[in-house]
């Protein structure tokens, strides 16, 4: 990726430029300190003057009011607000009409900043006082107050703060009173420029002492630069929070989230006082020194696939090429390209009136639609259809382009959703809530309306990431994500009576995704690089779980290393330093996932045979018990040295009724309640009894006994002989109650389970001839 740079000759305005700010993708407007407001047209590549300022106006910043306030969408901005030199603030129409000017603070108005709604505007000056506006510029409050001058100012993702600088260091400050006040020293010189980013929550900081860094939102250093050999003058992050922009002395860079640098480009431009990027995310303007406005597009982003790259040579053009036989195709576009996907076999571009769909089989016909709206913000894929998200909303389409759904959840903002906090599988949608960062909203795909009976998945942590696996049925579906304090946790999407059961599956895991291919998850741990090759193995059986687990060393990834692709076998990790590291994982489990989901479970032994691997047989004794088949269960559990098991499985074998077969197999799993059940619904109330007295589940045996009024001796005489082995004294009061003037006869209640027993074994017997019976005719 990089930045072409395009400067005209001489420059429009005669100083310095003080700031600059785009209306819609192609328009924007320039202040300078020669007092002109000067639109530029880069469609038509025409300047024209919009005002000449007072002589005693001098412009230092200017913020467009945002487009889309509630319910009123408007196509572009129609008002800006422009902060200047004489302490004042002057809210001025597109059309270069002042509309209002309002004494704000002694001294220069250093920055102003309209919230993400348009509600409220921040404006802070030299006399270091932080002040809120409301729309129509009446003050609300002085925020805060300070002895140094306060260069730049930030909202944060929820309007709720604002992030300043005081000197050396960073302020964030809530806006309700007495809320806790965060500080920290950012930089070793003066702070000239913050942003803060609405989609992934982190800051941007530029100092005098020539360094650019990268922080969370709790004032964690994530990057910290080389120091450069200007000040930096200006920062900004894009839209979609993927990349930032820095501006200094005859340079402009373009990195990465992570701080990186994909481009440095030194244009003739003096110090580069401020940096606006397009509403799409793919042109930047700065504002030079030298009188001049410096425009960058961002081109030569690539995208890969199996043997497919993809990258974007012009704005309009792309460049399609396949290693394995080094054929190149050229895609033109009609508009601009401004983001694109390129997965499952299939390339999906978004211009900024319409969406392409291109085949790899076929990239000459590809499938043309129109946009609703023209910004694409996000593109997520999968093997059936695909998923855009623009300002309007969220739309899914069939790879025919054919519309599917557009799910919509209260209080729902486009604007701030990322591929961490959305995800998408064949039959699910899933998407992160902003407002309460621990739940997640689930809908079907096909009809865009909430999962099952419409209960909200809820987690007791804030969530950070989220995954769906990709493959299987519906009913099977997973999510894995990562919460605040970085645990990966898994649970099924169905949504049905019960609440399903969150599981922890690894602590201190930074980044993860799902095989396309078969549900196997990767994810990074703290130094070390982890494959679950059977995730589901957590609700079957949790003991062999470390068993199925792929680990090697991560430290050659060095830190904060981020997982692009999981395709096949192979999986894709970006370091720190930007450069990309292909780790190619066994092929094997991927072949079992295929044996086992088309139920070909002699196939399945024979590979495990084969391969001679404990985490295949793990996986394999896994798969067995939970699709019911306890014949390749138990060679799978003997292979991996689990003897317990396999007699245990034998004694279920023995059994007489299916019921009493499953609810066993359901207590191999821990799914205790289940099997309880399974067994009462069948009418064997003492088999459910017997499960929770082996279990030593004293209190529930009793309770069943007492509701079904039978085998109260019983449940009691096993509590004597529990408590006489222990040499311990009743205490429960309830078994005290019940004990109260009863003896203990044993050859009583052998009789009795002989009895039960015999009666199971009949019951079974007739429902099989019966069966025998109905087949004949």
């Not at 140094?148 to 604002?162: F, H, L, Q």
């Not at 809908?443 to 999962?451: D, H, I, N, V």
Request: proline share 3%; net charge neutral.
């Amino acid at each position: 990726m990089r930045l072409k740079i395009s400067l005209l000759k001489e420059p429009k305005h005669q100083e310095l430029v003080s700031c600059v700010g785009w209306t819609t993708a192609e328009e924007l407007y320039s202040c300078s300190d020669d007092h002109q407001i000067v639109k530029w047209n880069l469609l038509t590549s025409e300047t024209s003057q919009i005002v000449k300022l007072p002589d005693d106006i001098y412009p230092i910043d200017l913020h467009w009011f945002p487009k889309s306030l509630g319910i009123k969408k408007q196509s572009q901005a129609e008002s800006f607000v422009l902060t200047s030199s004489d302490g004042k603030f002057h809210l001025i129409s597109k059309l270069g009409r002042v509309e209002k000017s309002v004494e704000a603070h002694c001294g220069a108005v250093l920055a102003g900043r309209w919230n993400y709604e348009g509600t409220a505007l921040v404006t802070v000056g030299e006399d270091g006082q932080i002040k809120i506006w409301s729309k129509t510029g009446m003050l609300r409050s002085t925020l805060a107050q300070q002895g140094t001058p306060v260069y730049s100012v930030a909202w944060g993702p929820d309007s709720e703060k604002v992030l300043y600088t005081a000197g050396k260091q960073l302020i964030i400050k809530p806006l309700q009173p007495n809320a806790k006040v965060l500080q920290w020293k950012a930089h070793d010189g003066i702070i000239l420029k913050v942003d803060w980013n609405s989609v992934n929550d982190l800051i941007l900081s530029a100092g005098e002492d020539c360094k650019y860094k990268v922080w969370d939102s709790y004032g964690r250093p994530l990057y910290n630069s080389q120091p450069h050999e200007h000040p930096i003058t200006s920062v900004a992050w894009a839209p979609d929070g993927e990349l930032f922009a820095v501006g200094s002395f005859h340079t402009l860079r373009l990195c990465d989230k992570t701080g990186w640098s994909y481009a440095l480009e030194k244009p003739n431009t003096g110090s580069i006082f401020n940096i606006a990027w397009s509403i799409d995310g793919t042109q930047i303007a700065g504002a030079c020194g030298n009188g001049h406005v410096v425009f960058a597009h961002v081109v030569e982003q690539r995208w890969e696939w199996k043997n497919f790259q993809v990258t974007l040579t012009k704005r309009r053009t792309m460049q399609v090429r396949n290693v394995l036989n080094d054929a190149v195709d050229l895609l033109e576009f009609r508009d601009r390209v401004i983001k694109a996907s390129l997965n499952y076999a299939h390339l999906v571009v978004s211009t900024s009136l319409q969406c392409y769909v291109f085949s790899t089989k076929n990239w000459n016909t590809p499938l043309i639609f129109d946009l609703k709206e023209g910004t694409v913000s996000l593109i997520l894929q999968a093997e059936r259809h695909f998923l855009l998200v623009d300002g309007g909303g969220i739309y899914l389409y069939s790879y025919e382009g054919r519309f599917i759904s557009s799910p919509k959840f209260p209080g729902m903002r486009t604007d701030i959703l990322n591929a961490q906090t959305v995800s998408l599988s064949n039959d699910t949608i899933a998407i992160k809530d902003k407002a309460d960062e621990k739940i997640i909203f689930l809908f079907e795909a096909s009809t865009g309306k909430p999962l099952g009976d419409g209960k909200l998945l809820s987690h007791k942590n804030e969530i950070l990431e989220i995954a769906l696996d990709q493959k299987g049925l519906t009913n099977d579906r997973k999510i894995a994500f990562i919460d605040k304090n970085r645990d990966l946790c898994i649970t099924s999407v169905k949504r049905f009576g019960k609440e399903e059961q969150i599981i922890k599956l690894g602590t201190m895991v930074h980044t993860l995704a799902w095989s396309d291919t078969c549900n196997i998850l990767c994810g990074l741990q703290d130094t070390r690089f982890t494959v679950w090759y059977y995730p589901n193995t957590v609700y079957v059986d949790r003991d062999i779980l470390p068993k199925t687990l792929f680990e090697r060393d991560a430290s050659e990834f060095s830190k904060n290393p981020h997982i692009v692709s999981f395709v096949g076998n192979q999986v894709t990790i970006r370091r720190a330093d930007g450069s990309l590291v292909h780790i190619s994982i066994s092929p094997y489990p991927a072949i079992l996932h295929e044996y086992v989901s088309s139920s070909k479970w002699e196939d399945a032994v024979r590979l495990c045979r084969f391969v001679k691997e404990q985490t295949m047989w793990a996986c394999l004794a896994a798969m067995a018990v939970a699709n019911r088949d306890m014949t390749t269960a138990e060679i799978a559990y003997a292979a991996i040295g689990e003897i317990d098991k396999v007699q245990y499985i034998n004694s279920i074998k023995e059994l007489p009724s299916k019921e009493s077969k499953m609810a066993h197999i359901l207590m191999l799993s821990g799914n205790i309640q289940e099997a309880e059940m399974i067994l009462l619904q069948a009418g064997l109330v003492y088999q459910a009894i017997q499960i929770n007295i082996n279990l030593y589940n004293w209190e529930r045996a009793l309770e069943l006994a007492v509701k079904y009024k039978t085998h109260v001796d019983t449940v009691l005489a096993y509590r004597q002989k529990f408590l006489e082995t222990f040499g311990k004294q009743e205490t429960n009061k309830r078994y005290l109650q019940y004990a109260e003037g009863l003896q203990i006869d044993w050859e009583k209640v052998r009789a009795k389970i002989e009895m039960e027993i015999t009666k199971e074994r009949e019951r079974s017997s007739s429902s099989q001839s019966s069966k025998n019976i109905g087949l004949r005719h």
